[in-house]
């Protein structure tokens, strides 16, 4: 079964430091989607980054990039220049779809960031 | 602001009630998914509709039930409720073949 670990519950960060948030995750396909979702105090879900297996390009989104090591199945997230804002839990995600058209997204449990001023 | 609207942002009912969440996609997406957030279970799957069809399960009990309407709007009915299903409902919606989905706000369950 597809599971996705977040080994930190916890982090903090300097504001306009960098800061690493780990991901691992099991598989046995070859080819899926992961993710990393933002949630702010307001709750809302919000998608940082998406990267697809296939290609080997790491992904980035201005202050947000990921070290996708397929072979290790590790999916880490980067942020940098840490702001404010960026103070959130961070839910890594993984794809499970099938032939059929099925989709559901597999979460882990969460890594918390403080950005300190 | 994601597209993918909600209602009721709160909703506080009592045990043995039965309550309808409603979810409406990103303009254009077909496929709407439903998940509870709830400290201990943390994100959990529901179900996946696809332009009206039932397309995956997860764990979802069978006190509760969805489904997708032409317009590709969605519902999903928790009866019976219980303490335990206190949670954050989240509804998202995906373009084809794209892979991520898109969040809606959320519904914050309260069951008293």
């Known amino acids: 079964a597809q599971t996705v670990t977040q080994s930190q519950p916890e982090m903090s960060v300097q504001e306009a430091e960098t800061v690493t948030l780990s991901c691992t995750y099991d598989?046995?396909?070859?080819?899926?989607?992961l993710f990393w979702y933002k949630q702010p105090p307001s709750r809302q879900m919000i998608l940082v980054i998406r990267?697809?297996?296939?290609?080997?390009q790491n992904a980035t989104e201005n202050r947000f990039s990921v070290n996708f090591q397929k072979a290790a199945k590790s999916f880490s997230l980067k942020i940098s220049d840490s702001q404010l804002g960026d103070a959130a839990m961070y839910f890594c995600?993984?794809?499970?779809?099938?032939?059929?058209?099925?989709?559901?997204?597999?979460f882990g449990k969460g890594t918390k960031l403080t950005v300190n001023p | 602001d994601s597209g993918v609207t909600q209602t009721p942002k709160h909703l506080i009912t009592a045990t043995g009630q039965r309550v309808t969440l409603r979810c409406s996609p990103r303009s254009g997406d077909l496929s709407v998914y439903w998940y509870q957030q709830s400290l201990d279970q943390g994100l959990q799957f529901l179900i996946q509709?696809?332009?009206?069809?039932?397309?995956a399960k997860g764990n979802i009990l069978e006190r509760f039930s969805a489904q997708q309407f032409p317009d590709l709007h969605s519902e999903l009915n928790l009866s019976s409720l219980e303490l335990g299903d206190s949670a954050l409902y989240f509804c998202?919606?995906?373009?084809?073949?794209?892979?991520?989905?898109?969040f809606g706000p959320g519904t914050r369950l309260t069951v008293t």
């Open positions: 509709y696809y332009n009206g069809e039932e397309r």
């Open positions: 598989t046995s396909e070859s080819d899926y989607y």
């Open positions: 995600a993984y794809r499970i779809s099938t032939q059929g058209g099925s989709e559901k997204l597999v």
């Open positions: 998202a919606s995906s373009p084809y073949h794209r892979g991520e989905q898109y």
């Open positions: 990267q697809e297996a296939y290609k080997q």
